[in-house]
């Protein structure tokens, strides 16, 4: 209001006879000004100039509320960055990871893509939000996406058993009872299906075979006076302590990657115990392809491209993949080594897909749009997403029986981990809105999360639309495996949740959506 009053002629205005007084305040972006009129004149002139005044100085006040929201915002953004690299650091070092890629997305904008350390330690290649590495079992949910397309076409149905799409898969029983698995169970992990842990594919110490191997080394130490650090074996955690995590023959169609495991015994009975498994999804792809009509990889290429992922494909060695990473590991020795060579074409749905951050994010953004998109909006120029709300909503639903391995407090919906919030005690933790996958392979780990926006309403009290997506959206990729990156994602993310629209007050917002000076925000009263 200084500015306001340096510009006119107090004189003129605060002593005029036509005005008592004249009072000006400002509210949120503008100016309510209330004018006392004890002189009623047919001089217009002056109420004009003054209603110009005012809409001058509303003008003003928006514009500096509107620089300071744009400071404030950057400042968040630069806290949040330099707190979330900080931590990525911090976990790089602990893991001795030699690189690791991070995108995040904020109301459908990404705000932060950035590599750390190298994609290729050998050659110094530096890892950037470019880097293509392996997804891991993030291959499930873009897998989740072709059944998701398929039952909303009507070419698959969930609860038929899995025969129906496939008549030469075998037939399964539990306990001499025959049971029926359908594919809503396996992208839920509750077909019962096998992990890779047959007992004779351990390799673990107490096994034969590594016994075998334990004694060779003595006998080259004794040999040799000192066994070379090269030969050091790497060191087995998770899923790479089984022989079939590590296959080398590769499957050239999925018929022939079923044939691995489906003549072997179920593990549970179908629908009532969760057992988490790639070879289910194996199983899904197999059913894809059959309700598709088309060959899975076909068919989930033609998906990536609808979505814009340009850098998100099967993982094929002979093929020239840009900006690809090389795996790493470490050795009993604590080294970092080369991964041994494997091939994942035996499990694309489970964990054969290779992609970077950005496009994961891409990924998590196109999902969350169609969760959020309203079909009966009045906005015409507001797309809808690619699949129907109710379908991701059905997909982001927590099923019966599950868990989430990576969250305790979470349980498995179709092809995602689903937390809902939920706080259990007054002033202690609070367990906020979180959709994930994460990822483990030869030399690779990750985690995509998706943390909705709390604020379901389209527009808000002053009329403005609401952006779409709404929420944050973080992926994050290492090219070294055995990383627990889940944690990570989620402090991460609830570091930039404070930078969502529902976050900003309403207010504030409307000026920040909308720099245009509305006159309705102008409030005369008495006027002549």
Same mark, same amino acid.
């Given at each position: 209001m200084?500015?306001?009053?340096?510009?006119?002629?107090k004189?003129?205005?605060?002593?005029?006879?036509?005005?008592?007084?004249?009072?000006?305040?400002?509210v949120?972006?503008?100016?309510?000004?209330?004018?006392?009129?004890?002189?009623r004149?047919?001089?217009?002139?002056?109420?004009?100039?003054?209603?110009?005044?005012?809409?001058h100085?509303?003008?003003?006040?928006?514009?500096?509320?509107?620089?300071?929201?744009?400071?404030?915002?950057?400042?968040?953004l630069n806290e949040?960055?330099?707190?979330?690299?900080d931590?990525?650091?911090?976990?790089?070092?602990?893991?001795?990871?030699?690189?690791?890629s991070?995108?995040?997305?904020v109301?459908?904008e990404?705000v932060?893509?950035?590599?750390?350390?190298?994609?290729?330690?050998?050659? $110094?290649?530096?890892?950037?939000?470019?880097?293509?590495?392996?997804t891991?079992?993030?291959?499930k949910?873009?897998?989740?996406?072709?059944v998701?397309?398929l039952?909303e076409?009507?070419?698959?149905?969930?609860?038929?058993?899995?025969?129906?799409y496939?008549?030469?898969?075998p037939?399964?029983?539990?306990?001499?009872?025959?049971?029926?698995?359908?594919?809503?169970?396996?992208?839920s992990?509750l077909?019962?299906?096998?992990?890779?842990?047959?007992?004779?594919?351990?390799?673990?110490?107490?096994?034969?075979?590594?016994?075998?191997?334990?004694k060779?080394?003595?006998?080259?130490e004794?040999?040799?006076?000192k066994?070379?650090?090269?030969?050091?074996?790497v060191?087995?955690?998770?899923?790479?302590?089984?022989?079939?995590?590590?296959?080398?023959?590769?499957?050239?169609?999925?018929?022939?990657?079923?044939?691995?495991?489906?003549?072997?015994p179920?593990?549970?009975?179908?629908?009532?115990?969760?057992y988490?498994?790639?070879?289910?999804?194996?199983?899904?792809?197999a059913?894809?392809?059959?309700?598709?009509?088309?060959?899975?990889i076909?068919?989930?290429?033609?998906? *990536?491209?609808?979505?814009?992922?340009?850098?998100?494909?099967?993982?094929?060695?002979?093929?020239?993949?840009?900006? $690809?990473a090389?795996?790493?590991?470490?050795?009993? $020795?604590?080294?970092l080594?080369?991964?041994?060579?494997?091939?994942?074409?035996?499990?694309?749905?489970?964990?054969g *897909?290779?992609?970077?951050?950005?496009?994961?994010?891409?990924?998590?953004?196109?999902?969350?749009?169609?969760?959020?998109y309203?079909?009966?909006?009045?906005?015409?120029?507001?797309l809808?997403?690619?699949?129907?709300?109710?379908?991701?909503?059905n997909?982001?639903?927590?099923?019966?029986?599950?868990?989430?391995s990576?969250?305790?407090?979470g349980?498995?919906?179709?092809?995602?981990?689903v937390?809902?919030?939920?706080?259990?005690?007054g002033?202690?933790?609070?367990?906020?809105s979180?959709l994930?996958?994460?990822?483990?392979?030869?030399?690779?780990?990750?985690v995509?999360?998706?943390?909705?926006?709390?604020?379901t309403?389209e527009?808000?009290?002053l009329?403005?639309?609401?952006?779409?997506?709404?929420?944050v959206?973080?992926a994050?990729?290492?090219?070294?495996?055995?990383?627990?990156?889940?944690?990570?994602g989620?402090?991460?993310g609830?570091?930039?949740?404070?930078l969502?629209?529902?976050?900003?007050?309403?207010?504030?917002n409307?000026?920040?959506?909308?720099?245009?000076?509305?006159?309705n925000?102008?409030?005369?009263?008495?006027?002549?």
């Amino acid at each position: 209001m200084a500015r306001f009053v340096n510009m006119i002629n107090k004189t003129t205005i605060l002593k005029s006879k036509h005005f008592h007084w004249l009072l000006g305040a400002t509210v949120g972006g503008g100016v309510l000004v209330t004018i006392f009129n004890d002189n009623r004149s047919n001089n217009r002139k002056q109420n004009s100039a003054c209603i110009s005044l005012v809409q001058h100085a509303t003008c003003d006040s928006q514009f500096i509320e509107k620089q300071k929201l744009l400071s404030c915002r950057q400042q968040t953004l630069n806290e949040a960055i330099q707190k979330s690299k900080d931590l990525l650091k911090r976990i790089k070092d602990e893991t001795c990871s030699p690189g690791i890629s991070i995108s995040v997305s904020v109301d459908g904008e990404t705000v932060w893509s950035e590599g750390i350390g190298y994609a290729d330690v050998e050659n $110094r290649v530096a890892c950037t939000p470019q880097t293509v590495m392996r997804t891991a079992s993030i291959s499930k949910p873009l897998a989740m996406v072709a059944v998701a397309k398929l039952v909303e076409e009507g070419k698959l149905d969930l609860d038929k058993p899995v025969q129906h799409y496939l008549p030469d898969y075998p037939e399964k029983t539990w306990k001499d009872e025959k049971v029926t698995i359908t594919t809503r169970q396996l992208v839920s992990h509750l077909g019962g299906i096998r992990h890779y842990d047959k007992k004779y594919m351990k390799d673990e110490s107490k096994d034969g075979e590594a016994k075998q191997e334990k004694k060779k080394d003595k006998i080259n130490e004794k040999e040799n006076g000192k066994k070379d650090e090269k030969e050091a074996k790497v060191k087995l955690s998770g899923d790479s302590i089984y022989k079939e995590f590590f296959n080398k023959n590769g499957c050239p169609t999925i018929a022939k990657a079923l044939e691995i495991f489906k003549n072997d015994p179920l593990i549970k009975k179908p629908g009532t115990e969760f057992y988490y498994t790639t070879h289910g999804w194996t199983l899904v792809s197999a059913v894809v392809e059959a309700a598709s009509g088309k060959d899975f990889i076909k068919y989930m290429t033609s998906i *990536f491209a609808d979505l814009g992922l340009a850098s998100t494909q099967p993982e094929y060695h002979k093929t020239l993949i840009y900006h $690809r990473a090389r795996q790493y590991a470490l050795n009993s $020795r604590g080294r970092l080594e080369n991964t041994a060579y494997v091939d994942n074409s035996c499990k694309w749905a489970g964990g054969g *897909f290779i992609s970077n951050a950005p496009d994961l994010v891409k990924f998590g953004n196109a999902m969350l749009y169609s969760s959020q998109y309203n079909a009966n909006s009045q906005d015409c120029d507001v797309l809808p997403g690619y699949l129907k709300p109710e379908t991701i909503k059905n997909v982001w639903t927590p099923v019966q029986n599950t868990k989430c391995s990576w969250d305790s407090d979470g349980s498995y919906g179709m092809g995602w981990c689903v937390v809902d919030y939920h706080q259990k005690y007054g002033s202690c933790k609070q367990n906020k809105s979180v959709l994930s996958h994460t990822g483990g392979s030869i030399g690779g780990s990750s985690v995509l999360l998706v943390m909705p926006s709390d604020d379901t309403k389209e527009r808000d009290e002053l009329g403005s639309r609401k952006p779409h997506p709404r929420g944050v959206v973080v992926a994050i990729l290492a090219n070294m495996e055995s990383v627990s990156l889940y944690k990570t994602g989620v402090t991460i993310g609830s570091n930039f949740k404070p930078l969502c629209w529902n976050s900003i007050p309403q207010s504030i917002n409307y000026i920040y959506e909308d720099s245009s000076i509305s006159l309705n925000k102008i409030k005369v009263e008495n006027m002549v």
